[in-house]
């Protein structure tokens, strides 16, 4: 059932307003009968007292109540035809107050869910554009006759392709992510074989950037209660991450145990990142360095959905990083 009851501090001071309301009207009554020098028995002075304590609760229910009302009406107006830099002021009456309280509130936060709209949609559209670009120019250039259809042109666009096709998967991974659209298929899952299966399919790239891959966990690792398949897509994004910034190094996966989680670390002796980078790496489509991930196929979207996997399991995910010396990313996952 509703509680339709006042607070006690706003019947209070209605009370109070209804009684000064009366003792005006005392004092009205009073100043009457001395100037005149009568007693006023008569109907007529009910009436007056009667239309000036209406007249004054009129008033003081318009300047305390009324005002602000009609000040946040067109305020909320503003905001609904498109100004969402519309704000309702403070308001001396805290009821009243805690609810224009409640709609900026509101307002900031979906003010702040239409910068990030249009940060994202100018964000696909340009990250849309560079392998679209590419294909297009092969295309044209092709079609008027200024080169022919050669093995390295179709590489090219094969590659372009692919680019294409992996930042339309990823980004559709990333929407169920974050709509929470995206069931895990929890289990019992032992972590040491998982890693090492992992580990196994980076071997050739590894070779190939001349990197040097290691495990390095606990016997007594207990078991993790996690969906494999994303565990594994967790693992894949910062194992190939750490790779493709560390050539002529290792990346070492280490693991251990808190009291009711797994964490797992992914620590590399890269490139590493600078301290006002940190805060912006699970940010979609950043990048520390657009050119050199232009030539890597990079999307920028990797490590936002490893987040958003991580967080799905109850989990969290940070990063240590030193210019020249590395990257560490750890994150954890509940004990099975």
């Known amino acids: 059932m509703l509680n339709l009851a006042l607070p006690l501090n ?6 109070v307003s209804h009684l000064f309301v009366m003792l005006i009207g005392v004092v009205t ?5 001395i100037v005149f020098n009568t007693n006023f028995h008569d109907g007529w002075i ?32 503003e905001f609904t035809e498109g ?15 805690r609810l224009a309280v409640s709609f900026n509130t509101m307002a900031n936060s979906l003010q702040g869910v239409e910068e990030r709209r249009q940060e994202l949609i100018s964000d696909l ?22 080169t022919t259809f050669t093995p390295d042109i179709q590489a090219q666009i094969q590659a372009e392709t692919e680019r294409l096709m992996r930042l339309v998967n990823n980004l559709l991974e990333l929407a169920r992510v974050e709509a929470g659209y995206l069931p895990l298929q929890l289990e019992s899952v032992a972590l040491p074989s998982v890693l090492k299966g992992v580990v ?63 964490w797992v670390a992914v620590a590399d002796t890269g490139i590493g990142m600078t301290p006002d980078d940190l ?10 360095d657009p050119s050199r991930d232009a030539n890597t196929g990079g999307s920028g979207i990797g490590l936002a959905i490893t987040k958003r996997l991580v967080e799905l399991h109850g989990g969290k995910i940070e990063v240590e990083s030193t210019p020249g010396m590395g990257s560490v990313f750890r994150f954890t996952l509940p004990i099975s």
């Open 10 to 15: 706003l019947q209070l001071r209605l009370l």
């Open 29 to 33: 009554i009073t100043i009457s009968s």
């Open 46 to 77: 009910a009436i007056i007292v009667s239309s000036l304590s209406a007249i004054v609760v009129t008033w003081l229910t318009g300047r305390m109540i009324l005002t602000p009302l009609q000040r946040m009406e067109r305020v909320v107006q």
């Open 83 to 97: 100004n969402l830099n519309a704000r309702i002021p403070s308001i001396a009456v805290p009821e009243i107050n």
């Open 125 to 146: 559209a340009h990250e849309l554009r560079s392998p679209i670009t590419v294909i297009h120019g092969y295309l044209e250039m092709i079609a008027v006759g200024m």
């Open 200 to 262: 196994m399919t980076f071997t050739a790239v590894s070779l190939q950037a001349n990197c040097q891959l290691q495990v390095q966990i606990p016997r007594d690792l207990p078991s993790v209660y996690v969906d494999c398949d994303r565990l594994k897509q967790i693992l894949i994004n910062l194992l190939s991450n750490a790779i493709k910034y560390t050539h002529n190094g290792t990346v070492t996966i280490h693991a251990g145990t808190n009291r009711d989680s797994v």
């Open 279 to 288: 805060p912006k790496v699970f940010e979609r489509f950043w990048r520390a």
